[in-house]
């Protein structure tokens, strides 16, 4: 039966559903960078709470993530250099988690609000890449 078969089913190439996660991963990503492009009040009122928080220069560290944002991501698209791509975005998202989401709770929406479940599943998504292109470990002879 036809159904038996999807019980049973093994990956026939599992790097082609890794690339829709590669791919659509960065694609999200970007989509907040290219944003940024666009909304210079919303680049001003971030580095305001940037700064606000302690770091200096926010604006500055905005334009910074904005960069890396967009240029980690087109590398992911492109498949060059993925491992510092998804180490890029990990930073931004880790520390987005941390500083901003984390206080919120788990929920982006629903039964709360600007909480963390979004990044943790884009944090999952990199990291699944990120593991998949580490380069191997030289085996001792």
């Known amino acids: 039966m036809m159904i038996q078969k999807w019980f049973d089913a093994v990956p026939g190439?599992?790097?082609?559903?890794?690339?829709?996660v590669r791919v659509m991963t960065a694609l999200n990503l970007m989509a907040h960078?290219?944003?940024?492009?666009?909304?210079?009040?919303?680049?001003?009122?971030?580095?305001?709470?940037?700064?606000?928080?302690?770091?200096p220069f926010g604006?500055?560290?905005?334009?910074?993530?904005?960069?890396i944002q967009i240029a980690s991501s087109v590398l992911l698209i492109l498949r060059r250099l993925v491992v510092p791509a998804c180490i890029g975005h990990l930073v931004i998202l880790v520390a987005g988690v941390w500083l901003e989401h984390?206080?919120?709770?788990?929920?982006?929406v629903g039964?709360?609000?600007?909480?963390?479940?979004?990044?943790?599943l884009l944090i999952a998504c990199l990291v699944a890449v990120l593991w998949t292109y580490w380069p191997p470990r030289a085996v001792a002879s």
């Open 33 to 55: 960078g290219v944003h940024g492009l666009f909304d210079p009040e919303g680049v001003r009122g971030f580095g305001g709470y940037l700064s606000s928080i302690g770091f």
């Open 59 to 67: 604006v500055g560290w905005v334009w910074a993530i904005i960069v």
């Open 111 to 120: 039964p709360g609000a600007n909480g963390m479940e979004y990044s943790v």
């Open 102 to 108: 984390a206080p919120h709770g788990w929920y982006v």
């Open 13 to 20: 190439d599992a790097s082609r559903g890794l690339d829709i």
